[in-house]
T-cell receptor, first 114, second 113 residues
Framework: DAGVTQSPTHLIKTRGQQVTLRCSPK?????VSWYQQALGQGPQFIFQ???????QRGNFPDRFSGHQFPNYSSELNVNALLLGDSALYLC?????????????FGQGTRLTVV | QQQVKQSPQSLIVQKGGISIINCAYE??????FPWYQQFPGKGPALLIA?????SEKKEGRFTISFNKSAKQFSLHIMDSQPGDSATYFC????????????FGPGTRLSVLP
């Protein structure tokens, strides 16, 4: 089982640009959640996708958007990048099919905005 | 009300000792309390989790103690090893399925050989 895979692993962008991050969930999982982890802090919930729809959203501006594809993979898009968007972006996959199928995190994409 | 507090910020323990990390929450609707372990450059890995209907859960050297009335829970690492050196995050959620985990700020654990 490959687990949760994210790409790319590292990314450098210029302020004002747009970025797309990708996530493939763990086999058998149908739900993808995205988190932002600033350096030295705990992850913060951005949003969750299930059945190709955004199901829940955290306290992040509309510059952050996402998409889920029929194969359950997901993308996180950030527009008009700010220096403060520099962080580790984590994808977590899960499924609603009963207790014991908790959320598993990928290794993250390190985004640096310069 | 969504905040999860965690202490200490950092912890140094000798090999073989007991590491204890504490967390507190406000939202009584939280129904799932996981602990995650994170090594530098890696994503968080689920260590152990508990639901509020039990007061303690043990898996190997790791134990969660849960006090529902005090709205507190803690992680105990017995016989701490240098390989346990990592950052530990407590979290709380309304569901175990990755919906809106609220994470604590983390505890950096160093286990000295």
């Amino acid at each position: 089982d490959a687990g949760v895979t994210q790409s790319p692993t590292h990314l450098i962008k210029t302020r004002g640009q747009q970025v797309t991050l990708r996530c493939s969930p763990k086999s058998g999982h149908d739900t993808v959640s995205w988190y932002q982890q600033a350096l030295g802090q705990g992850p913060q919930f951005i949003f969750q996708y299930y059945e190709e729809e955004e199901r829940q959203r955290g306290n992040f501006p509309d510059r952050f958007s996402g998409h889920q594809f029929p194969n359950y993979s997901s993308e996180l898009n950030v527009n008009a990048l700010l220096l403060g968007d520099s962080a580790l972006y984590l994808c977590a996959s899960s499924t609603d099919r009963g207790f014991g199928t908790e959320a598993f995190f990928g290794q993250g994409t390190r985004l640096t905005v310069v | 009300q969504q905040q999860v507090k965690q202490s200490p910020q950092s912890l140094i323990v000798q090999k073989g000792g007991i590491s204890i990390i504490n967390c507190a929450y406000e939202n009584t609707a939280f129904d799932y309390f996981p602990w995650y372990q994170q090594f530098p450059g890696k994503g968080p890995a689920l260590l152990i989790a508990i639901r509020p209907d039990v007061s303690e859960k043990k898996e190997g050297r790791f134990t969660i103690s849960f006090n529902k009335s005090a709205k507190q829970f803690s992680l105990h690492i017995m016989d701490s090893q240098p390989g346990d050196s990592a950052t530990y995050f407590c979290a709380a959620s309304l569901s175990p399925y990755g919906q809106n985990f609220v994470f604590g700020p983390g505890t950096r654990l160093s286990v000295l050989p």
